[in-house]
């Protein structure tokens, strides 16, 4: 029985103030820029446009950037952090 994978995209996300609130770029992945009013949804909306951008990419056949991408088992434990405002 072959074992099911998912393949997890690696970014790079900065942060910064802006008018509205703040944005959030993926420096990586060109046109990666998102909005939102509090930092968590600045991160959420540009994940959401890295996910279209590579989507798209892999529909045109276009390659993503070298070493964003990894394969690994369904099943293994993921952490990460990310700053919330308090």
């Known amino acids: 029985m072959k074992k099911r994978t998912i393949k ?5 996300l900065t942060i910064e103030r802006n008018d509205s609130g703040f944005l959030a770029r993926c420096p990586t992945i060109e046109g990666a820029f998102a909005e939102g009013d509090t930092v968590g949804e600045a ?3 540009c994940v959401d446009v890295v996910r279209m951008i590579l989507d798209y990419r892999k529909e045109r056949g276009e390659t993503v950037p ?3 991408l990894e394969e690994m088992p369904a099943n293994r434990e993921i952490s990460f952090s990310i700053p919330i405002e308090v």
């Open 66 to 68: 070298e070493g964003i």
């Open 43 to 45: 991160i959420f909306n």
């Open 8 to 12: 997890l995209a690696h970014l790079v």
